[in-house]
């Protein structure tokens, strides 16, 4: 059960960074709104959530979730 409250919370924040950015630029329909170039949407804590996310999901892929 922890693996997977650690995957909902990953999604979770993800989705709150991802939401932050189509606030700053606008629109939440851009590919990829920002390039790492000093964006303030923090383009390194979204991709770290995503590791984050695949991560978990490689874990749970071992219970046969």
């Known amino acids: 059960m922890s693996k997977l409250h650690d995957l909902r919370w990953a999604e979770r924040y993800y989705a709150a960074q991802w939401a932050a950015a189509g606030r700053i630029h606008g629109s939440a329909f ?19 959530a995503q590791q984050d996310i695949k991560k978990c999901q490689d874990e749970l892929v071992k219970f046969g979730y």
């Open 30 to 48: 851009l590919g990829n709104m920002c390039t790492g170039d000093g964006c303030a949407c923090q383009f390194y804590r979204k991709k770290k």
